[in-house]
């Protein structure tokens, strides 16, 4: 009898429960976690987001400090064309702090 046989005789239905819902939480969160970073592969704002996390809320990767706004939209969707090679030259104009250094300079190139 292996030892997590022996101690799920000796508990009862509720403490084992108890002692194996934090571990379910832990491998919860893990595994949403490497769901994000598959996500930050597909999608330039979802590595935006997944290298920004909520400095209040690190273990959740729902919460971001990169909100995502159309304009961020419009230029991730431009910028994720030139990397697949559907466009070969881009120029981009847009008003200051709009978040095209960020998102152009920064965020594509490590993505």
Same mark, same amino acid.
């Given at each position: 009898?292996?030892?997590?046989a022996q101690l799920s005789d000796d508990?009862? +239905? *509720?403490? /084992? /429960?108890? %002692? %194996?819902? =934090?571990?379910?939480?832990?491998? +919860?969160a893990q595994a949403r976690k490497v769901?994000? $970073?598959?996500? $930050?592969? &597909?999608?330039?704002?979802?590595?935006?987001?997944?290298?920004?996390? &909520?400095?209040?809320?690190? =273990?959740?990767?729902?919460?971001?400090?990169?909100?995502?706004?159309p304009v961020h939209r419009m230029l $991730? *969707?431009?910028? *994720?064309?030139? *990397?697949?090679?559907?466009?070969?030259?881009? $120029?981009?104009?847009?008003?200051?702090?709009?978040?095209?250094?960020? %998102?152009?300079?920064?965020?594509?190139? +490590?993505?």
């Amino acid at each position: 009898m292996t030892e997590l046989a022996q101690l799920s005789d000796d508990l009862t +239905a *509720e403490q /084992l /429960l108890d %002692l %194996l819902g =934090d571990q379910i939480h832990v491998h +919860a969160a893990q595994a949403r976690k490497v769901q994000a $970073a598959d996500k $930050a592969k &597909d999608s330039l704002l979802q590595f935006m987001q997944y290298i920004q996390p &909520d400095p209040n809320h690190l =273990d959740d990767v729902t919460k971001s400090r990169y909100d995502i706004q159309p304009v961020h939209r419009m230029l $991730a *969707e431009a910028l *994720e064309s030139v *990397e697949q090679g559907k466009c070969l030259r881009l $120029a981009i104009s847009m008003p200051p702090q709009s978040g095209k250094s960020l %998102l152009g300079t920064r965020g594509f190139p +490590a993505w």
